[in-house]
Nanobody
């Protein structure tokens, strides 16, 4: 199983980014997937989850701003992030929740 994230970067507050996760050796049809983040000095938190049937869940702090989606044909997971805030600054990780497998992460930095 390999998960490779991309799409992070530096953006001003109020801006948008779209993260992608290219997955290999794993099927989205039988795995719940998610995006987690970890800021310096803080614990890693799961911010968005998508089940094998496409049902989604979000942590309260990102509801209405972040959207998780998947393309099963491309075996790619996405996280659309809008109206970004400085407190969203963190390393973002793609994860197979079902198999407890993580990618290497992509850095998102939101400036004021």
């Amino acid at each position: 199983v390999q998960l490779v994230e991309s799409g992070g970067g530096l953006v001003q507050a109020g801006g948008s980014l779209r993260l992608s996760c290219a997955a290999s050796g794993i099927s989205f049809t039988v795995n719940a997937m998610g995006w987690s983040r970890q800021a310096p000095g803080k614990e890693r938190e799961l911010v968005a989850r998508i089940g094998s049937f496409g049902n989604t869940n979000y942590v309260d702090s990102v509801k209405g701003r972040f959207t998780i989606s998947k393309d099963e044909a491309k075996n790619t997971l996405y996280l659309e992030m809008n109206n970004l805030r400085p407190e969203d600054t963190a390393m973002y990780y793609c994860t197979s929740i079902t198999q407890n497998v993580w990618g290497q992460g992509t850095q998102v930095t939101v400036s004021t």
